[in-house]
C-alpha cells in the first residue's frame, strides 16, 4: 500500500517509491528492470493487471503514467508471462530466447568494404521509411507476453521485414529467413490473435507476422 | 492449415451457390443433385467426381483437425501455466477457432447423417435415390423439424465467424504483406462470410416459416 503516489509518477517511479518505502522498513526491495526510461532501450516490461507493460496502450513500463490510468488504483504487478521467460527473480525474466532470434539472424554481416559514397546505394523514401518503421522494435518481449500463444511473430517478423528491405541486408536474406524461423519453434505458433499491436511500444503493425511466412515461404522456394 | 482452409472456403461457397437453388424449386435442386452424382459421365464413370471430393474433403478435414490440435498444443507449452484474458472481437475470435470448429466438426458429422446417409438424425420420411433423386423432399422433411432447422442455422453463423477470421489469418499464413491487397482481403472475407450466413442459414429458416415446402 502506498500512500504517496501522484498523477505524475510513472509506473517505474511508482516501484522505486515502493522499495524505497520497503527500505525503510528494513525489508528486501523488489527487483525489476529498467535503463533509459524514456522508451527507447526496451529493458522495462513488467505485466499490470494482466496486460504487459500497463493499461495505456503500445507504450512501455516506464513511460507508463499513472495520471493515464483512469482512475484504477490497485495494481497488480507481475513479470513478463511467457514459457520462454523465466523468471529471474521478483519481476525481473530472463528474456534471452529474443537474443537468440537476432543471434540467429537479427543482424547484418557482410563484408561492406570501406564507406561507399553517400549516393551510392540509392534507396526510395518510402522504402526506407517503411524499414525504418519496423526497425523501430525495442525488443522487449510485450508481444511474446501478450500472446495467447506465446508466439514471438512480430518481433522475429519486424527484423525480417526490416532487413529485407535494405542492401547490405537483402545479401543475407535467405540465410537470414531460415535461421529466424527455426529459432520461432522455441515460441509458439500464431493464431491471428492480434495482442501484440495492442501492446508494442513500437506500433509495429500486424504486417509483421506475414513477413515471418513471406521470408519463410520465399527461402523455401530458393532452394539450397 | 491454410492449404485446407482455402480448400473448405472454395468448397463452401460452391456448396453455397448449390443450395441456393432450393429457391428456383424442387426439380431445379434434385436436377442439380442428380447431376452431382454424375458429373464428369459419360467420360469417367458415374459418381467418381463425387467421390473424388468425397475423399479430398474427408482427408483435408483429417489434417485440418490434427493441424488445430497440434497448434492448440504448441501454444499451450509456449504460453505456460498463464492465461490471458483476450481484449478485442478479433482477439476473441481467434479463441473461437477451436470451440467453433469442433462444433462445425459436430455438424457436419450430423448433416451428412441427416441428409446424405439417412442415418440417425434424419428425417421419418427420408428417401435415397432410387434412381430419382428426392433431395428437396428430404430437405423440407428434415428443417421442418424446429430444432434441426435452428441446430442448422446457428452452424452457419459459426461457421462464417470460423471463415471470417481464417480467412484473415491466410493473409498472414500466405505471408500477404501488400498493403492494399490486406485491406480488400479482409473486406472479402467479410463478404464471404455475409453471403454464407445469409444464403445458408435462411434455407432452414424459410422452410419453418412455410416459405420453402
Ligand atoms: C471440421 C472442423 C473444423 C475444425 C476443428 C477447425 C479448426 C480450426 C482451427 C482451430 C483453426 C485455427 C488455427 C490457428 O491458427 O490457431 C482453423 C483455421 C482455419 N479454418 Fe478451420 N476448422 C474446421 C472446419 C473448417 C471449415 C469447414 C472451414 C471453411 C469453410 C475452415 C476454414 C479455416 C480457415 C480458412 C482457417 C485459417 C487457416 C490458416 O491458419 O491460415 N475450417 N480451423
Ligand atoms: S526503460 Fe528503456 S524502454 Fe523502458
Known amino acids: 500500500m502506498l500512500e504517496d503516489a501522484t498523477p505524475e509518477m510513472s509506473l517505474l517511479e511508482l516501484l522505486d517509491r515502493l522499495n524505497d518505502q520497503l527500505c525503510e522498513q528494513g525489508e528486501e526491495p523488489i527487483a525489476f528492470e529498467s535503463d533509459c526510461r524514456e522508451g527507447v532501450c526496451g529493458a522495462c516490461g513488467v505485466t499490470v493487471n494482466g496486460t504487459p507493460h500497463g493499461p495505456v496502450p503500445n507504450t512501455p513500463s516506464c513511460r507508463q503514467h499513472l495520471r493515464a490510468f483512469g482512475g484504477i488504483t490497485k495494481l497488480r504487478i507481475e513479470p513478463l508471462r511467457s514459457a520462454a521467460f523465466p523468471v529471474v527473480r521478483d519481476l525481473v525474466v530472463d528474456r534471452s530466447a529474443l537474443d537468440r532470434v537476432i543471434r540467429a539472424g537479427g543482424h547484418v554481416d557482410v563484408m561492406a568494404g570501406t564507406a561507399p559514397d553517400a549516393d551510392d546505394m540509392l534507396i526510395g523514401h518510402a522504402d526506407a521509411e517503411v524499414a525504418l518503421d519496423f526497425a523501430a522494435c525495442i525488443g522487449c518481449g510485450a508481444c511474446v507476453a501478450a500472446c495467447p500463444n506465446g508466439a514471438a511473430h512480430l518481433f522475429a517478423g519486424a527484423k525480417l521485414a526490416h532487413l529485407a528491405m535494405l542492401p547490405h541486408g537483402k545479401v543475407e536474406r535467405t540465410r537470414r529467413a531460415r535461421a529466424v524461423v527455426e529459432t520461432l519453434d522455441e515460441f509458439g505458433p500464431c493464431s491471428s490473435y492480434g495482442e501484440c499491436v495492442e501492446v508494442c511500444p513500437a506500433g509495429l503493425p500486424l504486417t509483421a507476422v506475414a513477413a515471418v511466412h513471406r521470408e519463410g515461404l520465399r527461402a523455401i522456394f530458393k532452394g539450397k | ?213
Open chain 2, 1 to 213: 492449415m491454410a492449404v485446407t482452409g482455402l480448400l473448405f472456403v472454395g468448397f463452401v461457397v460452391v456448396h453455397l451457390f448449390g443450395n441456393l437453388k432450393v429457391f428456383a424449386g424442387a426439380d431445379a435442386f434434385d436436377h442439380y443433385a442428380a447431376w452431382l452424382r454424375e458429373v464428369g459421365y459419360p467420360l469417367l464413370p458415374k459418381q467418381s467426381v463425387l467421390w473424388a471430393l468425397r475423399i479430398v474433403l474427408g482427408l483435408s478435414v483429417l489434417a485440418h483437425i490434427g493441424a488445430a490440435v497440434t497448434l492448440w498444443w504448441r501454444a499451450r507449452k509456449a504460453r505456460g501455466r498463464h492465461r490471458r484474458r483476450l481484449g478485442g472481437a478479433e482477439s476473441q475470435l481467434a479463441g473461437f477457432m477451436l470451440p467453433g470448429g469442433l462444433v462445425i466438426a459436430l455438424f457436419i458429422l450430423f448433416h451428412l447423417s441427416d441428409l446424405t446417409i439417412g442415418g440417425p438424425g434424419a428425417s421419418a420420411s427420408f428417401r435415397h435415390p432410387d434412381p430419382n433423386v428426392h433431395a428437396y423432399a428430404n430437405l423440407v422433411a428434415s428443417f421442418s423439424r424446429p430444432l434441426v432447422a435452428c441446430f442448422y442455422s446457428a452452424s452457419m453463423l459459426l461457421l462464417a465467424a470460423h471463415i471470417f477470421h481464417g480467412w484473415r489469418t491466410l493473409l498472414q499464413d500466405f505471408g500477404a504483406t501488400g498493403a492494399r491487397l490486406r485491406r480488400v482481403w479482409v473486406i472479402l472475407g467479410g463478404l464471404i462470410a455475409l453471403a454464407v450466413v445469409a444464403g445458408n442459414a435462411s434455407i432452414p429458416l424459410l422452410v419453418l416459416a412455410g416459405v420453402i415446402s
